[in-house]
């Protein structure tokens, strides 16, 4: 038998095993959300830093579930960080997965997130942190609108002491490929927090968790999550050029990571 053969037969078991998995997966995955929906309602009437708490312990929560899929993430994270304080993450996106993943890795860092308002109305615990968590929900088809909700948001992250994560590419690049950054938002929140550090965070691998539309989500998958030096901010450079500066060094890391890849098949 030749070891195209092999691989053509191997891969219905695969995918078997693969459901195998996915299925305690999602009924955990969907149990946590909505055990965890009547907390953080709770958790409001106790101020900010009980509702931090709640989703930070929420977010650590999806990522542990990820075992049940054999998924690993591998963390390269610089030294210059500061765990106490606020920064502009600049992250590529590639998975509904690379929130909880962020928000684990820098839970000290107290992230916020910048997302789609659909997010917002219908999923248990996400869509009711999203609307009370300070977190920013934005109409993407109303370009004015979302700029200015990221305005407002950056100018109480400076006051509030958190941090914002931002995804410039828009939408999720669901072939691991990065998508061309969408500058505007992420420059307005540059220019309303003038004395926040950007911090870069490249993800891959993220994307193969969706490569069946998760019917089945396949075992093994490798995260890779690179988050650089933060990016200096200071009067003599404009915002652009922050953003520019961030989109390059995430490029960068996504054509290394994709090339070592190749190397190793």
């Given at each position: 038998?030749?070891?195209?053969?092999s691989?053509?037969?191997n891969?219905?078991?695969?995918?078997?095993?693969?459901?195998?998995?996915?299925?305690?997966?999602?009924?955990?995955?969907?149990?946590?959300?909505?055990?965890?929906?009547?907390?953080?309602?709770?958790?409001?009437?106790?101020?900010?830093?009980?509702?931090?708490?709640?989703?930070?312990?929420?977010?650590?929560?999806?990522?542990?579930?990820?075992?049940?899929?054999?998924?690993?993430?591998?963390?390269?994270?610089?030294?210059?960080?500061?765990?106490?304080?606020?920064?502009?993450?600049?992250s590529?996106?590639?998975?509904?997965?690379?929130?909880?993943i962020?928000?684990?890795?820098?839970?000290?860092?107290?992230?916020?997130?910048?997302?789609?308002?659909?997010?917002?109305?219908?999923?248990?615990?996400?869509?009711?942190?999203?609307?009370?968590?300070?977190?920013?929900?934005?109409?993407?088809?109303d370009?004015?609108?979302?700029?200015?909700?990221?305005s407002?948001?950056?100018?109480?992250?400076?006051?509030?002491?958190?941090?914002?994560?931002?995804?410039?590419?828009?939408?999720?690049a669901?072939?691991?490929?990065?998508?061309?950054?969408?500058?505007?938002?992420?420059?307005?929140?540059?220019?309303a927090?003038?004395?926040?550090?950007?911090?870069?965070?490249?993800?891959?691998?993220?994307?193969?968790?969706?490569?069946?539309?998760?019917?089945?989500?396949?075992?093994?998958?490798?995260i890779?999550?690179?988050?650089?030096?933060?990016?200096l901010?200071?009067?003599?450079?404009?915002?652009?050029?922050?953003?520019?500066?961030?989109?390059?060094?995430?490029?960068?890391?996504?054509?290394?990571?994709?090339?070592?890849?190749?190397?190793?098949?």
């Open positions: 038998m030749s070891s195209s053969d691989e053509v037969e891969v219905p078991k695969t995918r078997v095993l693969d459901w195998i998995a996915t299925l305690p997966f999602a009924v955990c995955f969907i149990l946590l959300l909505i055990a965890m929906d009547p907390i953080h309602r709770v958790g409001y009437f106790f101020g900010a830093k009980v509702q931090d708490s709640l989703f930070i312990a929420l977010n650590k929560g999806l990522v542990a579930l990820l075992r049940i899929l054999n998924a690993r993430i591998a963390v390269e994270k610089s030294d210059k960080i500061d765990p106490n304080k606020q920064y502009i993450i600049v590529n996106h590639q998975s509904l997965f690379d929130i909880p962020i928000a684990s890795i820098l839970a000290r860092n107290n992230p916020k997130f910048i997302a789609k308002k659909e997010l917002g109305q219908w999923i248990p615990s996400v869509s009711f942190v999203l609307r009370r968590g300070r977190h920013a929900l934005i109409d993407r088809s370009a004015g609108s979302a700029v200015q909700s990221i407002q948001l950056g100018t109480m992250m400076q006051r509030s002491g958190f941090s914002m994560v931002i995804f410039p590419e828009g939408t999720r669901r072939d691991g490929k990065l998508k061309k950054f969408r500058s505007l938002g992420l420059n307005a929140l540059i220019k927090s003038p004395d926040c550090q950007v911090l870069p965070v490249t993800i891959d691998g993220s994307w193969k968790l969706a490569f069946y539309n998760f019917m089945p989500i396949p075992r093994g998958v490798v890779t999550i690179k988050i650089g030096d933060p990016i901010h200071n009067a003599d450079v404009s915002a652009s050029a922050l953003s520019r500066m961030a989109g390059e060094i995430i490029a960068k890391n996504i054509k290394e990571l994709h090339s070592q890849h190749d190397m190793h098949g």
